[in-house]
């Protein structure tokens, strides 16, 4: 469960997507849900990948600096992780312009 201004995130973890992104790319849960508490970090629909259901990136930060883009969708109140790597060159560096604003 990540914070962010006392709001509270509560996410969707199961056999299906608890390992996956360590397996793949090396990152944890916890640095996944990090993300969603940074706050210069930004949402953008992913259209792409939302044909069943919609799907979200949000590219930010964990507390340690890592920069992440985590894919995911919403189950109820519930986050739901589909997939979280380290950000591309083009990704931080529209992160980088976002601190700008």
Same mark, same amino acid.
């Given at each position: 469960m990540a914070r962010r201004s006392g709001d509270y995130f509560e996410?969707?973890?199961?056999?299906?997507?608890k390992d996956k992104n360590w397996v793949r790319h090396r990152v944890s849960n916890q640095q996944a849900e990090q993300i969603f508490v940074d706050k210069f970090a930004f949402v953008t629909p992913d259209v792409k990948h939302s044909t069943i259901e919609p799907r979200y990136q949000i590219l930010g930060q964990t507390f340690a600096g890592r920069y992440l883009a985590v894919y995911y969708t919403l189950r109820g109140i519930k986050i739901r992780i589909i997939s979280a790597r380290p950000?591309? +060159?083009k990704e931080?560096?529209?992160?980088? +312009?976002?601190k700008e604003i």
């Open positions: 996410f969707d973890w199961d056999k299906g997507n950000m591309n +060159k931080r560096t529209q992160h980088e +312009k976002q």
